[in-house]
């Protein structure tokens, strides 16, 4: 399997614009989870799905940010409108189902570095 | 709420010894679990080693080991016969219940080893 995958890679935008990551988990993981990282907050989950419905959004920072989940194999997380303090990495992971005999193990994607002028 | 901490910012040691990272955490919950994760520089989030509250016996991984102390609420990692490639970030972090939750982390530790 490829990992989880997130695009783009790097992203710089200016203030006000909107900006769209994108994740594929690894196939057969219906756990989907976003992260963000500052040097000032850390690592901080924002939200997290499980077979694609929302199970804990509060740590989404406020209604400029919106994450969706169509289907099994893709999710967004959208920032509208983007500014300098949402400058920061964002990293989408993903775990098998509970009881599928794994270890909870979050596989994490590389990560998604923006950057907000 | 869960909180973690991690109160060596940096650290540094000479390849080939012995060097443990602490951690401890803070919780009401009795099912649990805690994990400690790699970022070098590549930012890769790798998983070291994980340890379920409910197990007694400490977990370890080839050359990493922990030290699980629950009534101290204490998670040291030992990486013995460190290398270079040890060079990275590593985070402490605590998963609630029986999984498949968030993942609450620390702050992190800067390692360097030392050629």
């Known amino acids: 399997d490829a990992g989880v995958i997130q695009s783009p890679r790097h992203e710089v935008t200016e203030m006000g614009q909107e900006v769209t990551l994108r994740c594929k988990p690894i196939s057969g993981h219906d756990y989907l989870f976003w992260y963000r990282q500052t040097m000032m907050r850390g690592l901080e989950l924002l939200i997290y799905?499980?077979?694609?419905?929302?199970?804990?959004d509060s740590g989404m920072p406020e209604d400029r940010f919106s994450a969706k989940m169509p289907n099994a194999s893709f999710s967004t997380l959208k920032i509208q409108p983007s500014e300098p303090r949402d400058s920061a990495v964002y990293f989408c992971?993903?775990?098998?189902?509970?009881?599928?005999?794994?270890?909870?193990?979050?596989?994490f994607g590389p990560g998604t570095r923006l950057t907000v002028l | 709420a869960q909180t973690v901490t991690q109160s060596q910012p940096e650290m540094s040691v000479q390849e080939a010894e012995t060097v443990t990272l602490s951690c401890t955490y803070d919780?009401?919950?009795?099912?649990?679990?805690l994990f400690w994760y790699k970022q070098p520089p590549s930012r890769q989030m790798i998983l070291v080693i994980r340890?379920?509250?409910?197990?007694?016996q400490n977990a370890t991984e080839n050359r990493f080991s922990v030290n699980f102390q629950k009534a101290a609420k204490s998670f040291s990692l030992k990486i013995s016969d460190s290398q270079l490639g040890d060079t990275a970030m590593y985070f402490c972090a605590f998963m609630k219940n029986f999984g498949n939750e968030k993942l609450t982390f620390g702050t992190g530790t800067r390692l360097t080893i030392i050629p």
């Open positions: 992971a993903s775990s098998e189902p509970r009881g599928a005999g794994g270890d909870n193990e979050q596989f």
């Open positions: 919780t009401s919950e009795n099912n649990y679990y």
């Open positions: 340890q379920e509250a409910y197990k007694q």
């Open positions: 799905f499980n077979n694609n419905v929302p199970i804990d």
